[in-house]
């Protein structure tokens, strides 16, 4: 896998955690990165993407709450998420967007309890 997610915990609802996706990709900022859950018996779901330039789009059930950003000389995005409820608790993975992913790596999980 070339992401490595990191960031996730346990947290009451109303907390705030950061996620970090760190790629070892060459020439890192011409991709368009996308961070993604997947709650158990779920399907995993977009949550928010970011272009090389820094152009942001999050899904409409995080608007608000959750900021997406990146650092592309460290070849690093970051998913800032405020106001966490119990129903963001899933796995939170990244991965190239659009077309085909990579390996999909471990994920970090993030726990919100009620």
């Known amino acids: 896998a070339h992401f490595v997610e990191s960031g996730g915990g346990f947290v009451q609802s109303g907390g705030s955690l950061r996620l970090s996706c760190t790629s070892d990709l060459g020439s890192f900022s011409i991709y368009n990165v996308a961070w993604f859950r997947q709650a158990p018996g779920q399907q995993r779901e977009f949550v928010a993407r970011i272009n090389g330039e820094g152009n942001a789009e999050v899904a409409e059930s995080v608007q608000g709450r959750f900021t997406i950003s990146r650092y592309n000389a460290n070849k690093t995005v970051s998913l800032q998420m405020n106001n966490l409820k119990p129903e963001d608790t899933a796995v939170y993975s990244c991965?190239?967007?659009?077309?085909?992913?990579?390996?999909w790596g471990q994920g970090t999980q993030v726990t919100v309890s009620s």
């Open positions: 991965n190239v967007v659009p077309g085909r992913p990579f390996d």
